[in-house]
């Protein structure tokens, strides 16, 4: 079973509407961090947030917010007003750091390919 | 202050061959991790380096792969007898130890012929 789960492959959006990417995960650890990055063409993965798992408080930066939900094992991702420069793939990723097996390891989900329209 | 940097950017080798990437983490990141990313996949953890402990290698697909690094700085990737399944960008990151944020270098796009 996928400890990450990204259902949606691809997504296209017209410009300035607003898009969300999905995410679930999966853990039976208390202690948990999830994060997003973005790949952009370029293919450099771009830190863009990084929670814990007893900080529910949804999160905004700019056009960027998350909301992390617990009960459902989400950590969502919405770009409002989208713009082109968005167009990438965007990653979310598990670390179980107290797993038992001493590593800081992320499991990545598959990614999901955002083009956003002009 | 500098990123991550992985060189070669590209490789084009022939099967059978060896390679050998190289990674350069952030000056004073304790910790480094590699990944390997295979066309349209997510990244796929491979070894992670912790200052001088011994090295996690439960990602490593098979004895061909192998990696160093000394200390608290450059580390290689070595991969033997390429083939062509090996094909893939390696992704190379470095955080200021375990439990903190990676931060991931621009990769080494790896073709095996």
């Known amino acids: 079973a996928q400890k990450v789960t990204q259902a949606q492959t691809e997504i296209s959006v017209v410009e300035k509407e607003d898009v969300t990417l999905d995410c679930v995960y999966e853990?039976?650890?208390?202690?948990?961090?999830l994060f997003w990055y973005k790949q952009p063409p370029s293919g450099e993965l771009v830190f863009l947030i990084r929670?814990?798992?007893?900080?529910?408080q949804n999160e905004i930066s700019g056009r960027y917010s998350w909301n992390f939900q617990k009960s459902t094992s989400s950590f969502n991702f919405t770009i409002t007003a989208s713009q082109v420069v968005d167009s990438a793939v965007y990653f979310c990723?598990?670390?179980?750091?107290?797993?038992?097996?001493?590593?800081?390891?992320?499991?990545f989900g598959k990614g999901t390919k955002l083009s956003v329209i002009p | 202050g500098a990123g991550v940097s992985q060189s070669p950017s590209n490789k084009v080798t022939e099967k059978g061959k060896d390679v050998e990437l190289r990674c350069d983490p952030i000056?004073?990141?304790?910790?480094l991790y590699w990944y390997r990313q295979r066309l349209g996949q997510g990244l796929e953890f491979l070894i992670y380096?912790?200052?001088?402990?011994?090295?996690?290698k439960s990602g490593l697909p098979s004895d061909r792969f192998s990696a160093e690094r000394t200390g608290e700085s450059v580390s290689t990737l070595t991969i033997q007898r390429t083939q062509q399944e090996d094909s893939a960008v390696y992704l190379c990151?470095?955080?200021?130890?375990?439990?903190?944020?990676?931060?991931f270098g621009p990769g080494t796009r790896l073709l095996v012929l």
């Open positions: 853990t039976r650890d208390t202690t948990y961090y």
């Open positions: 929670r814990n798992s007893f900080d529910e």
């Open positions: 380096f912790q200052g001088n402990s011994a090295p996690d």
């Open positions: 990151a470095s955080s200021d130890g375990g439990l903190e944020t990676q931060y």
């Open positions: 000056s004073g990141h304790t910790a």
């Open positions: 990723a598990l670390s179980e750091p107290y797993s038992g097996a001493g590593s800081y390891q992320l499991t």
